[in-house]
């Protein structure tokens, strides 16, 4: 073979492939033509602003939103029903006080449902439940009940219950919001540590990509129902998010941190011309 071919075990599998996505909600155009890939091992951030379709396109992946045009593929094959290939953490999960669970029983509950009425043995269903709780930094507060953790340890029982049945893609929609900066900062890290350390495909959505930086250099940039993916340096740039807006937009570095200035804080209405090209070697 003439181009190199690295060992199998280095190359990253495919796990998410989204090949033009597009959702229609009350006759107006939510998602236009979406199409991104992640692969193993890599945490990515789906990031845009309030309404842009970051929800609908979490759903659309699961196959809990209708899609009007294309397709998932989810390792490598079309994605036919929410299996457990895929873990979703929900926009909002925030657990009641009164709910009279244990951080370890939620935990459980995520392996509920995919062993086809072959209950695990009791010893069996400890083990991965107190595995998946360690892997989290749980284990402090397993016994505790959930609905009286703060909200950065309700997160980490949340992906933990995501997690216990194994899946090759984990999706969480806007699990940062309502943290404190060091509860971000402690789940972002986990997020992370989990995607390289489990082989796992990690998107996360954000409307803030700030707190993602340090860890992911792909993204995701969703605006309008349009989205451009590739890695930061390549989609966060002013040519390249004003092609996306349809709107001229400023990208600004300060202090490290990434500012994008002048994007429509209102969605635009009804889109129905094809995506434009924002910059053809920014998609993935
Ligand atoms: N049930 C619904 N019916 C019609 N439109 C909806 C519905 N839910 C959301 N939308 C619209 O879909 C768009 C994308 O919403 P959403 O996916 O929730 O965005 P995000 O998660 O990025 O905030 C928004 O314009 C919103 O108004
Ligand atoms: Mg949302």
Same mark, same amino acid.
């Given at each position: ?5 690295? %060992? ?18 009350? #006759? ?20 845009? +602003? ?14 809990? $939103? ?13 994605? @036919? ?9 929900? $926009? ?13 029983? /939620?935990?459980?509950? #995520?392996?509920? #449902? ?9 010893? $069996? ?13 749980? !284990? *402090? ?8 953790? +703060?909200?950065?340890? $309700? !997160? ?10 194994? %899946? ?6 806007? %699990? ?8 971000? !900062? ?11 350390? !489990? ?9 803030d990509m700030n707190p ?15 989205? /451009?993916?590739?890695?930061?340096? *390549?989609?966060?740039? +002013?040519?390249?998010? +004003? ?9 600004l570095r300060v202090h490290? @941190? ?24 920014? @998609?993935?």
């Open positions: 073979m003439p181009e190199e071919v690295l %060992p199998e075990e280095v190359l990253p599998e495919e796990v998410l492939g989204v090949d033009g996505i597009s959702v229609s909600r009350s #006759g107006r155009r939510v998602l236009d033509d979406v199409r991104f890939s992640i692969r193993s091992g890599e945490l990515t951030g789906l990031i845009g +602003s309030n309404g842009a379709g970051k929800t609908t396109l979490l759903r659309a992946v699961l196959g809990l $939103q209708p899609v009007t045009g294309g397709r998932v593929l989810v390792a490598g094959r079309p994605r @036919r029903r929410r299996g457990r290939l895929i873990g979703y953490v929900p $926009q909002k999960t925030v657990l009641d006080p009164d709910v009279p669970m244990r951080a370890r029983d /939620v935990v459980a509950l #995520g392996l509920e #449902g995919h062993r086809l009425g072959m209950p695990l043995p009791n010893a $069996q269903r400890r083990l991965l439940v107190d595995r998946m709780l360690r892997a989290v930094g749980a !284990q *402090e507060f397993a016994d505790a009940r959930v609905g009286h953790l +703060s909200g950065g340890e $309700q !997160q980490r029982v949340l992906i933990a219950h995501a997690l216990v049945s194994r %899946p090759k893609l984990l999706l969480m929609d806007e %699990p940062l919001a309502n943290l404190d900066l060091r509860s971000e !900062q402690e789940v972002v890290d986990l997020l992370a540590r989990i995607a390289t350390e !489990q082989r796992i495909a990690v998107l996360i959505s954000a409307h993602l930086l340090p860890v992911t250099d792909r993204i995701v940039y969703l605006a309008d129902g349009r989205a /451009v993916s590739g890695r930061v340096d *390549e989609v966060v740039r +002013s040519e390249v998010l +004003s092609g996306l807006y349809r709107h001229p937009v400023e990208v490290g @941190r990434v500012l994008v200035l002048g994007a429509p804080a209102v969605s635009a209405p009804a889109v129905s011309a094809p995506a434009a090209s924002a910059d053809e070697g920014v @998609r993935s």
